[in-house]
């Protein structure tokens, strides 16, 4: 891959770092993480539990660091925001992104996008699960420091096997 391919697509990624997060901005979190600040804490929660499941880690890890990089230009929408074809303007977004990547990494990367989307496999089932166990745990670290109004984002719905880290995850709360 060429310096100025891999230059071009960090600094796409890097719209990311100044991306808050929808869902805060709409409950009205001061100071809100970004995009950037949540992917990073998926990946990490998704290595763990990939590594403690047994699974393709690789791929796990794969999926987690790419999943919200379409937001780098569709932008970060509640699920009350997004509209009919979202899903494919987010598929559309992340083809360009990855568009310089040589051939055969951009197909496993596109693979790897629709694999997390489709949501079929174990690997898939757990970034999701992830994605969402880490917004949980970030509500309560907001409500630790004091905002309100944030109970919308502790119901979620995770596969069985990640049903104790949730509780754990509701039962946990540090003051401020």
Known sequence: MEPEAIIALLREAGRLKRLPRAGWVEAGVRDPESVADHSYRVALLSMLLSDQAGVDTLKTMRMAV??????????????????????????????????????????????????????????????HAADKLEMVLQAQEYREAGARGLDQFLVVEVPAEYRGLYEKLLETSRPA
């Open 66 to 127: 790419l999943h919200d990089l379409a937001e780098a230009v569709t932008g970060d929408l509640t699920p009350r925001q997004k509209m009919a074809g979202h899903e494919a303007a987010e598929s559309s977004a992340f083809r360009g992104l990855v568009s310089e990547v040589p051939a055969e990494q951009r197909r496993l990367y596109i693979h790897i996008m629709d694999e997390y989307s489709a949501s079929e496999t174990v690997e898939a089932a757990l970034v």
